[in-house]
């Protein structure tokens, strides 16, 4: 099966070319420049004149709720919608019932994505305060890393002992992804809002109770254990200005000064493959859709429809966060996708569930966030396709280069469309998204070389591949 995505303009490794990419079994086989189109015939070919190309999407952060909580979501519905939004790859978090905190269960999941997933998986191996033993036996080219709870999101999942954590950083032979939240404190914060107003306080108080020093904190004591036992460390969905304050900005933008503009870039790099990039540092940082997206303005109008765990925050945290995309401060953007039918997200703070469904919407929303001069298409690229692949060691995937997996999305600017029930495709039918209108449409998404989007048109019958990593 040969492909020919001709007349694009591919946006890779902080390049922008027009140019075409030639696609034969499940991997790329080559670019063309200035018109050049190779000899023979081709089974299918794509105009792209107009588009944009991209790696496939890296979503380092979802929550598919397979296996035991599928009246929410589940590994088809969730991949079918991150084929939608042009996500070729995702790693699906450990809080699922059972939960991914052992072998067997780590093995069930992966059992279940090879008969349902669309588009390409893996899982994380989740911390308990007491698995750690069980680190040794994991098989590193297969999982991305340990996820860590230090926060009170998760139920029993919470590593709460200072015993534990310290271990759990010792030992990892893996990155560490960490959700930091101080539950002391959320505790504390709680009870002091319902002694004033009720047991489930209104939504605006939930910056109040999942508050900044909350966040802060148990960011600092991550950090800290990090760099006490030199592990690779990975904080979740950061949400305040004070927390950026704990990250250093990636060695690319410190040795730069600032990023180049565009035009800048078009002259200054010629190569498809530059030189590769310094190392990424050992602790790093991630933001997700919804905090780069929304503030506590938004409560008023969309309620706990944007009820998350750690909580969206002011105005000025949002412009810190979209500023540290530039400058290095955060390495990668996710989207913490975490579905709920829209009757658990009844009541308020203490009542209705935290997380949201976003990952058919990331990228259009990145997009849109290019469109208002937050970042660049150079930048959106590093933080979604190639830092996801560098920091977590993806083999294969997160670049457009010749031998590579063909893991390919196009998009159209200029092509205004509204999110409407119907266009929704996880399986609560529900988004924050709902009745904005998006200038950047997705019409092609690749999936190992499969047309598995097409401009509306979606093959059902599609199966992603296991990533595999280092």
């Known amino acids: 099966m040969s492909i020919f995505i001709q007349n694009a303009t591919i946006v890779n490794e902080s390049r922008q070319f027009v140019g075409s990419i030639l696609i034969e079994q499940d991997r790329i086989s080559g670019f063309f420049e200035h018109g050049e189109v190779p000899q023979g015939q081709f089974d299918e070919v794509v105009d792209a004149s107009g588009c944009f190309?991209?790696?496939?999407?890296?979503?380092?952060?979802?929550?598919?709720?397979?296996?035991?909580?599928?009246?929410?979501?589940?590994i088809e519905s969730e991949s079918r919608a991150a084929a939608y939004g042009g996500v070729t790859s995702y790693f699906d978090m450990p809080n699922t019932n059972p939960q991914t905190t052992t072998l067997e269960a780590l093995d069930g999941k992966f059992a279940l994505a090879a008969a349902k997933s669309h588009v390409n998986y893996s899982f994380f191996y989740g911390a308990t305060n007491q698995n750690a033993d069980t680190f040794g036996l994991l098989d590193v080219h297969r999982i991305p890393g340990i996820k860590l709870f230090m926060g009170s999101s998760t139920g029993n999942m919470l590593v709460d002992r200072r015993e534990a954590l310290e271990r759990i950083f010792r030992t990892s032979p893996l990155p560490i992804m960490a959700h930091c939240e101080d539950t002391g404190l959320i505790n504390r914060n709680m009870a002091r809002v319902q002694a004033e107003f009720g047991d489930d306080p209104v939504i605006g108080f939930h910056p109040v109770i999942r508050s900044e020093e909350a966040?802060?904190?148990?960011?600092?004591?991550?950090?800290?254990?990090?760099?006490?036992?030199?592990?690779?460390?990975?904080?979740?969905?950061?949400?305040?200005?004070?927390?950026?304050?704990?990250f250093d900005a990636i060695e690319e933008e410190k040795a730069r000064g600032k990023e180049m503009d565009i035009d800048q870039k078009k002259e200054a790099v010629?190569?498809?493959?530059?030189?590769?990039?310094?190392?990424?540092?050992?602790?790093?940082?991630?933001?997700?859709?919804?905090?780069?997206?929304?503030?506590?303005?938004d409560y008023a109008r969309l309620g706990t429809r944007i009820k998350c765990n750690p909580a969206i925050k002011r105005p000025t945290d949002r412009e810190a966060l979209r500023r540290a995309l530039m400058d290095g401060r955060i390495t990668t953007v996710g989207t913490d996708h975490a579905p709920h039918q829209l009757s658990d997200k009844e009541g308020g703070c203490a009542r209705a569930a935290s997380g949201m469904p976003m990952i058919q919407f990331s990228l259009v929303a990145m997009l849109e966030l290019v469109d208002m001069g937050v970042l660049t298409l150079e930048r959106l690229v590093e933080l979604m396709c190639h830092r996801p692949a560098r920091l977590f060691e993806v083999?294969?995937?997160?670049?457009?280069?010749?031998?590579?997996?063909?893991?390919?999305?196009?998009?159209?600017?200029?092509?205004?469309?509204?999110?409407?029930?119907?266009?929704?495709?996880?399986?609560?039918k529900w988004s924050p998204m709902e009745g904005h209108t998006f200038n950047w449409q997705v019409e092609h998404t690749f999936c190992n070389g499969h047309h598995l989007f097409n401009k509306g048109?979606?093959?059902?019958?599609?199966?992603?591949?296991?990533?595999?990593?280092?």
Do not use: M
């Not at 991550?222 to 904080?235: F, K, P, S």
């Open 53 to 74: 190309v991209f790696p496939g999407i890296i979503d380092d952060h979802v929550h598919f709720r397979e296996p035991g909580l599928t009246a929410k979501a589940d």
């Open 215 to 246: 966040c802060y904190e148990s960011t600092k004591l991550a950090v800290d254990l990090a760099r006490q036992y030199d592990a690779r460390l990975h904080v979740a969905h950061v949400t305040t200005a004070r927390e950026l304050d704990l």
């Open 270 to 297: 010629k190569p498809i493959i530059p030189v590769a990039p310094r190392p990424l540092p050992k602790i790093t940082a991630e933001a997700v859709i919804a905090h780069l997206y929304f503030t506590d303005c």
């Open 395 to 428: 083999r294969e995937r997160g670049f457009l280069r010749e031998g590579c997996k063909a893991d390919i999305v196009v998009v159209r600017p200029n092509s205004p469309w509204t999110v409407t029930t119907d266009v929704i495709q996880s399986k609560c």
């Open 457 to 470: 048109v979606f093959d059902a019958a599609s199966r992603g591949e296991a990533l595999t990593f280092r």
